[in-house]
C-alpha cells in the first residue's frame, strides 16, 4: 500500500496538488512505520518526499529535519556511489540554496554532481545540477564560474538526440 501512496503522491505533486500529494506521501510513512519498516530505503524515499513538499510550503526547518532524516537512513543502507544517495545530496543542497546557505548547497551539490558523472555524463539530473550550481555562482557575482557550469548543462542538453537523457 505504502508505495501506492507514494505513487499517489507524485501524481498529485506533478499536478501541483501539493496538499494532496502532501497526504498520500504521509500515508506511505505512516504504512511503513506501522510494519516495522523504518530502516529501508523505500521509507527514506517517503520522508525525503514528505520534506520536498514542506520545502515547497516554505516550511525549511520541517523539510530539513526530514532530509537529514532520509540521508542517515541512505548513507547507512547504500553505497557511497547510489544515484538515491545523490538524489538526498541535490535535494538538500536546493533547501540550502533556498535558505541562502550557498557554501552548503555548493558542497552537496557537488556531491551529487559526482556520483551522477559515474553513472551517466549525460543526464538530466546532471544537467539540472549544473544548472543550480550556475545559478548560486551568479548570486555570488562570480559570472565566470556561472558562464562555465551553464555551458555544461546546455553541452549536456546538446548532445543528446531528444535533448536529454531521463536517467
Given at each position: 500500500m505504502a508505495l501506492?501512496?507514494?505513487?499517489?503522491?507524485?501524481?498529485?505533486?506533478?499536478l501541483g496538488k501539493y496538499d494532496?500529494?502532501?497526504?498520500?506521501?504521509?500515508?506511505?510513512?505512516?504504512?511503513?512505520?506501522?510494519?516495522?519498516?523504518?530502516?529501508?530505503?523505500?521509507?527514506?524515499?517517503?520522508?525525503?518526499?514528505?520534506?520536498?513538499?514542506?520545502?515547497?510550503n516554505g516550511e525549511f526547518d520541517e523539510a530539513m529535519e526530514l532530509f537529514q532524516h532520509s540521508l542517515s537512513l541512505n548513507t547507512s543502507i547504500l553505497d557511497k556511489n547510489d544515484p538515491k544517495l545523490a538524489l538526498v545530496y541535490l535535494n538538500i543542497g536546493l533547501l540550502f540554496n533556498l535558505i541562502g546557505k550557498d557554501e552548503n548547497a555548493?558542497?552537496?551539490?557537488?556531491?551529487?554532481?559526482?556520483?551522477?558523472?559515474?553513472k551517466d555524463k549525460k543526464s538530466y539530473k546532471l544537467a539540472s545540477i549544473y544548472l543550480n550550481?550556475?545559478?548560486?555562482?551568479?548570486?555570488?557575482?562570480?559570472?565566470?564560474?556561472?558562464?562555465?557550469?551553464?555551458?555544461?548543462?546546455?553541452?549536456?542538453?546538446?548532445?543528446?538526440?531528444?535533448?536529454i537523457s531521463r536517467t
Open positions: 501506492i501512496y507514494n505513487g499517489m503522491g507524485t501524481n498529485s505533486y506533478y494532496e500529494a502532501f497526504n498520500y506521501y504521509t500515508r506511505a510513512v505512516k504504512n511503513y512505520d506501522s510494519l516495522g519498516m523504518t530502516q529501508t530505503v523505500d521509507y527514506a524515499m517517503f520522508i525525503q518526499n514528505v520534506g520536498i513538499i514542506h520545502a515547497l555548493l558542497e552537496l551539490l557537488t556531491k551529487s554532481e559526482d556520483i551522477f558523472k559515474q550550481i550556475g545559478a548560486i555562482y551568479v548570486n555570488k557575482a562570480n559570472i565566470e564560474k556561472a558562464l562555465s557550469y551553464y555551458n555544461k548543462a546546455l553541452a549536456i542538453i546538446q548532445s543528446s538526440p531528444t535533448g
